[in-house]
């Protein structure tokens, strides 16, 4: 990603972007802030934002007109807040004003003609910014108080005069000459022009002097004159005796005025100077209205303004922030880590600290389809997968055990490509996905069985092929383009081998990444073929009764496809479920953790995505619920909640033949139904794999089963803590077990000799290829291994006595 | 390169079972992404058998893992 790229990605997030309340006044007041310090009872703080923005802001504070409140969002939630009453307030509460300095004269000079608040204001600007100033005023301080008086909403007489005597006392402490009742002429313009003065004409004075010029240029103020800057009267009613109107005349003469000394530019960069839209979105579909504090004579006690402040809405973005684990977990917003991302390729030496937050993403879309610019955090993260993959910059740990899942799914253990049996040709090509297989793989038996006999098929037509195989998506998630090639031409090449029958998918994720990997291919759901079958007598009966009421879990990899969403929604409706749909649904839905590997990267935050989701099905209704992605299930299975798979439910085993051990995990056991337990242990889905091909192979192509490893035949047994311990640490039975035999085979091993319960127990270790495994165990009376504990670590050891190098006892 | 020491416990309650010796403090290298490190740990004197515990394995090993993948 390069720098311009970088930007146009940033671009896309709003977050940044100001409020409607600042973007719409025109001197744009930090209103957001403001209201916070007020809300908080900060007033000192809340003076302290005042100040930063508005000019002889004692004065201001009790005179602004606030056109901030039709632009408040608050408009659509009770009223707007009340800014002019709580920037009285606020200026009412005895607050400390920050110092003014004025900087050192660079022998810049300025004359200023009026004196109303736009002339006052540009005197203001210009005496901060070192230039000297002289104002002449046409009028006197009574004059300035009239004019300002008639412009305050509130009477103000008694207090205004004394604060607008405090302002101008500032204005001169910083340089500023006034002077009161000066004969205001061209000839006065001339002088000053002559002794190289800038000069700005306000509009109580343009009249009198620049009548029948041209207008002054409505970005920068310049006027035919060279030097002369003006403005008149805004032609808009509610502008023309707007003080924060004018007074943002004056900032943008004196703002014209210092670029003409510095010999800058007048016109670039001015776009937001006066009041423009902000493309900050805010979502307030969930904000109770409330009605604005009323407003007394006196304006609001203490009390009545923290109450109002506190009404201001914040206005932010955060829409993708609010609803992903992912986005919440890293503390900013889409914007940052843009830039996050970018500093973290551009590291040379030092560690990466963003490389956990890019492999954190379960690139799910559910950002892109929250966003009104479409910022996609998936497809970002994916870009910079690839490139740390590319650049050899990807964490090793990261995505080993996924795609090592990967491999041995679509190793010759587990892959089955075949026409059906008997047939020499294929009509349809059934796809279940590598996690449906590990996950049910005796409902994926049953699927391609009822596939078989609903969609016929001869030998002339061609039956129901089966294609057991991964569909690449790990290898595409963790950014291994070179993977996922592979993996797409392996199935290619399958696919061409059976003549490319239209497909039959069941696993979302597989619909989706063969949608994209394979244009050509004509693919179709399986929860599309089931919905297409009207016979009653189609599927068996149900297992739950009818009107049962499930909380339905769309799929992450469904938020594209309405047509798969509908047709699963179908199934429910004529299989008698009430759906009840929670929350995030449809084209919002959530992921379980599973998608883009985040679970892989980062299990505890995979703990929380999962948690999160499973707490909002059942705020939306405590009934089981129910989804048609096999990881999905399980995912949500492992936090606790009831959930099935809508093949538990639309092809349930018939009680004559319940499901083989481990499918399923311990649901099919549980005499409550199908919903509860567990998912299958990470072994567990690799026994599946493996038992299902074993038994499709030998008992429907009569062909001889596989050759079985040496160490599958060795007797292990774990106590449940060591059961534990393989799944947080993503240890297989068959890692433990090639340890096992490892040991037994080079008859090394470290024995604990203490009297302690322990006493016996040996400690065994291997390292098959980059990670080392320890198991520590007890041998049984029979031979047999009982497993106590294990762990392991990517470290090499090279032991005492061996140089670097020479390769070690792991 | 001196020698880290990152375990306090005692480990010789556990013997080689090949060697019959129990396990003594000895320096190890330990590598890691083109990193080496000395680190003391429990080994056999006789064959140089070494022992990793556990708390070693998921604690400063593995940060010191993700540390060196990080940079």
Redesign the interface.
């Known amino acids: 990603m390069d720098q311009s790229e970088m930007r146009n990605w940033e671009a896309r997030c709003t977050q940044e972007e100001p409020p409607r309340c600042r973007a719409a006044c025109p001197l744009h007041v930090d209103v957001r802030e403001f209201c916070t310090r007020m809300a908080e009872d900060r007033p000192d703080q809340a003076w302290g934002t005042l100040c930063r923005t508005l000019p002889l802001p004692s004065v201001m504070a009790r005179i602004c007109d606030a056109p901030c409140k039709k632009a408040c969002l608050r408009n659509d939630a009770g009223g707007a807040v009340e800014m002019s009453a709580l920037e009285r307030a606020c200026a009412d509460f005895p607050g400390k004003t920050p110092p003014l300095h004025a900087p050192p004269s660079r022998g810049r000079k300025a004359t200023i003609i009026g004196g109303d608040i736009a002339a006052l204001t540009a005197a203001w600007d210009l005496s901060r910014k070192g230039v000297e100033v002289a104002l002449h005023c046409p009028c006197d301080v009574t004059d300035m108080l009239n004019w300002l008086r008639c412009t305050a909403p509130l009477d103000y007489e008694a207090t205004l005069r004394k604060h607008l005597e405090t302002e101008l006392a500032t204005l001169r402490r910083l340089g500023v000459v006034i002077h009161e009742h000066a004969p205001v002429s061209l000839t006065l313009v001339d002088t000053a022009r002559a002794e190289e003065r800038l000069v700005f004409i306000a509009p109580d004075a343009y009249q009198a002097l620049l009548e029948g010029d041209a207008p002054p240029d409505d970005l920068t103020l310049g006027t035919v004159r060279t030097g002369v800057f003006a403005a008149m009267r805004p032609a808009e009613p509610e502008q023309a005796f707007s003080p924060v109107f004018l007074a943002a005349l004056g900032r943008r003469a004196a703002t014209s005025m210092d670029r003409f000394y510095q010999g800058a530019s007048l016109v670039a960069g001015r776009e937001r100077e006066g009041i423009f839209e902000t493309r900050l979105y805010t979502n307030i579909s969930t904000v109770a209205p409330v009605s604005p504090i009323a407003v007394s004579q006196n304006g609001y006690s203490r009390e009545q303004a923290v109450q109002e402040a506190a009404r201001c809405l914040r206005c932010e973005c955060m829409e993708c922030v609010h609803n992903c684990a992912f986005l919440a977990e890293f503390g900013s917003y889409p914007k940052q880590y843009t830039r996050r991302i970018y500093n973290n390729a551009s590291i040379v030496m030092g560690t990466r600290q963003a490389n956990t937050m890019i492999n954190s993403c379960m690139m799910c879309g559910l950002c892109a389809s929250l966003c009104p610019d479409g910022f996609d955090m998936g497809a970002l993260c994916l870009q910079s997968r690839q490139d740390m993959v590319a650049r050899g910059k990807m964490p090793a740990s990261a995505h080993e055990f996924a795609l090592r899942d990967m491999a041995f799914a679509n190793g010759e253990d587990c892959v089955v490509a075949r026409h059906a049996p008997d047939t020499a040709r294929s009509a349809w090509l059934f796809f279940p996905g590598c996690q449906l297989t590990a996950s049910m793989p005796d409902a994926v038996e049953r699927t391609w069985r009822w596939l078989r006999t609903q969609l016929g098929g001869d030998a002339e037509k061609g039956g129901v092929g089966l294609l057991l195989h991964c569909c690449g998506a790990p290898a595409h998630w963790s950014g291994r383009t070179d993977l996922h090639a592979e993996a797409v031409r392996t199935l290619s090449a399958h696919l061409d081998a059976l003549g490319n029958p239209p497909l039959i998918t069941a696993c979302p994720t597989c619909t989706d990444m063969l949608r994209k990997a394979l244009p050509q291919a004509v693919i179709t759901t399986l929860w599309e073929v089931f919905d297409q079958q009207t016979s009653d007598t189609a599927f068996p009966a149900s297992p739950l009764a009818a009107q049962t009421e499930l909380v339905l879990h769309d799929p992450c990899n469904t938020r594209h496809d309405a047509a798969l969403r509908s047709a699963v929604r179908s199934l429910l409706h004529q299989r008698g479920i009430r759906v009840t749909e929670p929350e995030r649904s449809g084209e919002h839905t959530e992921c379980c953790g599973f998608g883009g590997l985040s679970e892989s990267a980062n299990p505890a935050l995979g703990v929380k995505i999962r948690e999160g989701r499973a707490a909002r099905l059942t705020t939306a209704s405590p009934a089981d619920a129910v989804t048609y992605c096999a990881m999905c299930r399980d995912m949500l299975a492992k936090s606790g909640k009831r959930i099935l798979h809508m093949l538990d439910l639309l092809l349930p085993p018939e009680p004559s033949e319940p499901c083989g051990p481990g499918c399923c995990g311990p649901r099919a056991d549980n005499a409550a139904g199908p919903h509860a337990g567990p998912a299958p242990s990470y072994s567990e889905r690799r026994e599946n794999r493996i038992r299902l091909r074993e038994r499709l192979i030998t008992g429907y192509w009569q062909e001889a089963g596989r050759t079985a490893a040496p160490y599958e035949a060795l007797r292990v047994t774990y106590t449940p803590e060591a059961q534990q311990r393989m799944e947080s640490h993503r240890i297989l039975d068959s890692d433990i077990r090639k340890v096992l035999l490892h040991t037994e085979q080079q008859k090394t091993w470290l024995e604990n000799v203490t009297d302690t319960e322990s006493k016996g127990r040996r400690l065994a270790m291997f390292r098959p290829t980059i990670v080392t495994y320890w198991v520590e165990y007890t041998l049984q009376d029979d031979g047999g291994y009982m497993v106590h504990n294990t762990w392991s670590h990517r470290m090499r050891i090279i032991p005492p006595g061996h140089r670097s190098g020479n390769g070690g006892n792991a | 390169m001196s020698t880290l020491k990152v375990l306090d416990k005692d480990y010789s309650?556990?013997?080689?079972?090949?060697c019959g010796k129990?396990?003594q403090p000895?320096?190890?290298?330990?590598?890691?992404?083109d990193s080496?490190?000395n680190v003391e740990l429990p080994?056999?004197v006789a064959?140089?058998?070494?022992?990793?515990p556990?708390e070693l394995?998921?604690g400063k090993?593995?940060d010191?893992?993700?540390?060196l993948?990080?940079?």
Request: contains cysteine; glycine residues 2%.
């Open positions: 309650d556990w013997v080689c079972a090949a129990p396990l000895a320096p190890v290298e330990l590598e890691y992404l080496l490190f080994c056999c064959c140089g058998m070494v022992l990793i556990e394995a998921l090993m593995a010191v893992e993700r540390l993948e990080d940079k």
